[in-house]
């Protein structure tokens, strides 16, 4: 029997985040680091609850400064 296709799925760190009540968090917003170009604000927000959790990520664009 194969493993289920599910069964790991839950703690890739490239999925979305998970909140604290165990909900699952969407991608609320999208906007530019205030002082770092380089970065941007993510903000989350949770299905179950409405917490918002603001994380800091790497652009992936090609053209950052140096
Ligand atoms: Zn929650």
New binding site residues.
Partial sequence: MPLAPNATSARDPFLLPV???G?PMNLASLEPHATRSDLELKTYK?L????QDVLTAKKRSPDVPR
């Fill in positions: 909140c604290d009540c909900g949770c179950h609850c409405g917490k």
